[in-house]
Nanobody
Framework: QVQLVASGGGFVQPGGSLRLSCGPS????????IAWYPQPPGKLRELVAT???????IVAYSVEGRATISRDNANHTVNLQMNDLRPEDTAVYYC???????????WGQGTLVTVSS
């Protein structure tokens, strides 16, 4: 059973914008901390943004001012709005869910973002 569905990736020119969405199940959405981890080609995944079940957020310095993470409570999704995209933002973006108290985590299937002219 797929519990994390990532979507919204695509091809965009430098300076463009994309909104990525992570759609966990309702049970996960209401409890887990959700995060986005881009994995550029040939590199490791790195955390860029995270949001708790009550809306507390952390955004990595590397994307500060260009990325916003938010919760859509009506649709049970976590969105990552990325603006002023750069070629170095090219990556497969993975959605991750972590239980705040227990050693439980989930990974979504990833969505590809390509930034190129």
């Amino acid at each position: 059973q797929v519990q994390l569905v990532a979507s919204g990736g695509g091809f965009v020119q430098p300076g463009g914008s994309l909104r990525l969405s992570c759609g966990p199940s309702e049970a996960i959405f209401s409890i887990y901390t959700i995060a986005w981890y881009p994995q550029p080609p040939g590199k490791l995944r790195e955390l860029v943004a995270t949001i708790t079940s009550v809306g507390n957020t952390i955004v990595a310095y590397s994307v500060e001012g260009r990325a916003t993470i938010s919760r859509d409570n009506a649709n049970h999704t976590v969105n990552l709005q990325m603006n002023d995209l750069r070629p170095e933002d090219t990556a497969v973006y993975y959605c991750h869910a972590a239980h705040p108290l227990r050693n439980l985590e989930l990974w979504g299937q990833g969505t590809l973002v390509t930034v190129s002219s």
